[in-house]
C-alpha cells in the first residue's frame, strides 16, 4: 500500500514538473507567435454609378491610436492631390487609424477644373440650410463632414502654382502664393470648455518632419496662417473650406497640405507623401511601411498604372466589338 502511495506520488510530481517545465518555455514562445488581428479594412462607395461617386477607405490598426482623415480631389485641377493620397488606400496599420477619400470631388476630376457642379467645393462647408438644399454638391459635403467627425486630425490636399512665403521676396515666392505650405486657420483655437487646441504647433512639427526629408531647400514647407475668422483676415473666403469647419465645428486640428505646380508631377506626389508621412508620424499612426518618397519610383508607380489602365481599355474595346 505505501508503495502504490510513494509510486502515485512520483507520478504526479513528475507530471506537475513536465508540465510546470512546458508552461515556462511555452509562454515566451507563444507570445511572440501568436498573430495579431489583421488590420480591418474596409471600402464604401457613396453615390454609386453616378458622376459625384465617391469612395472612402476605411483602415484600422492593429492597436490603438488616433484617427487622420485625408482628403484628396476637392479641386479637379490639382492632380498630385488626389494621386498621392490614392497611395494610402491600402496602408497596413499597427496602431491608429487612416480614413481616405482620394477623390472627393469626382466631377471636377473627371472635367480638371477646380470647380465641380455646385461651384468651388471647398467654399460650400458655411452654406445655411436653404442655400445648400438648391446646391448639387451639398450631399457630397454632408458626406465629408460625417467623415470629419470621425477623425482627430484632417489633411486636405491641394496643389498650386509657385512657393508661399511670410514676406515677400519675389513675384514666385510671397504671402499670396499657397505652394509648398502647411495651411492653417489660426496657430491656437480656444474652445468653449477652456481647454485649447494648436493647430499651429501640429502644423509646425509636420513642416519640421516634411523638411527632414526634402534635401533641396526651395521645396521646404512652411506654415500659412490664414487667420480665417480675424477681423482682418485677408482670407475670408477660407470660412467656407473644410478645414475651417472641421476646426470650429467638430474641434478637430486641421490642416490643408498645399504641393507646388512649379515641379514635375511625380515630385509634387512626392512632396505629399511626404507631408501625410509625416503628419502620420505626427499623429502617432503607425503604418507597418510608409509608401515610398522617391520620386522616380512614384514616376514609375504612374507609369504602370496609366499602362494598365490603357490595356483595360483596350480590353473592354475587343470586348465590345465582338
Ligand atoms: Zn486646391
Redesign the pocket.
Known amino acids: 500500500m505505501a508503495n502504490y502511495r510513494r509510486n502515485t506520488a512520483i507520478v504526479f510530481f513528475s507530471i506537475l514538473t513536465v508540465f510546470l517545465f512546458l508552461s515556462i518555455r511555452q509562454y515566451p514562445f507563444a507570445e511572440k507567435t501568436t498573430p495579431l488581428p489583421a488590420p480591418a479594412y474596409q471600402q464604401k462607395i457613396y453615390f454609386a454609378q453616378a458622376s459625384q461617386e465617391v469612395t472612402v477607405h476605411f483602415i484600422s490598426g492593429r492597436g490603438k491610436g488616433s484617427t487622420l482623415l485625408v482628403f484628396g480631389g476637392?479641386?479637379g485641377d490639382?492632380a498630385a492631390?488626389y494621386l498621392a493620397a490614392e497611395r494610402f488606400t491600402r496602408l497596413k496599420i499597427r496602431a491608429g487609424n487612416l480614413i481616405v477619400v482620394p477623390r472627393l470631388n469626382a466631377v471636377a476630376i473627371a472635367n480638371r477644373k477646380?470647380q465641380g457642379l455646385g461651384g468651388d467645393m471647398?467654399r460650400l462647408f458655411d452654406l445655411s440650410e436653404e442655400t445648400s438644399r438648391c446646391n448639387p454638391d451639398a450631399k457630397v459635403v454632408d458626406l465629408a463632414k460625417s467623415l470629419i467627425q470621425r477623425a482627430d486630425y484632417v489633411i486636405n490636399l491641394?496643389?498650386?502654382y509657385d512657393f508661399y512665403a511670410p514676406k515677400w521676396i519675389s513675384r514666385q515666392r510671397n504671402p499670396s502664393r499657397w505652394g509648398q505650405s502647411n495651411v492653417i486657420d489660426t496657430p491656437i483655437y480656444h474652445l468653449p470648455n477652456g481647454e485649447k487646441l494648436e493647430p499651429g504647433r501640429f502644423a509646425q512639427k509636420v513642416c519640421r518632419r516634411s523638411n527632414d526629408r526634402i534635401k533641396n531647400r526651395s521645396y521646404h514647407f512652411l506654415v500659412n496662417n490664414t487667420e480665417t475668422s480675424g477681423r482682418k483676415s485677408r482670407h475670408v473666403e477660407q470660412r467656407g473650406s473644410l478645414t475651417y469647419y472641421a476646426l470650429t465645428k467638430h474641434h478637430k486640428i486641421a490642416l490643408?497640405v498645399?504641393a507646388t505646380k512649379n515641379c514635375s508631377l511625380p515630385e509634387a506626389v512626392g512632396f505629399l507623401t511626404i507631408a501625410i508621412n509625416a503628419a502620420l508620424g505626427q499623429a502617432g499612426i503607425q503604418p507597418d511601411a510608409f509608401p515610398s518618397e522617391d520620386f522616380r519610383m512614384i514616376s514609375r508607380e504612374m507609369e504602370e498604372k496609366t499602362q494598365k489602365s490603357k490595356l483595360s481599355e483596350f480590353k473592354g474595346t475587343t470586348l465590345t466589338r465582338s
Do not use: Y
Open positions: 476637392i479641386h490639382e492631390a477646380r471647398n491641394h496643389q498650386a490643408a498645399e
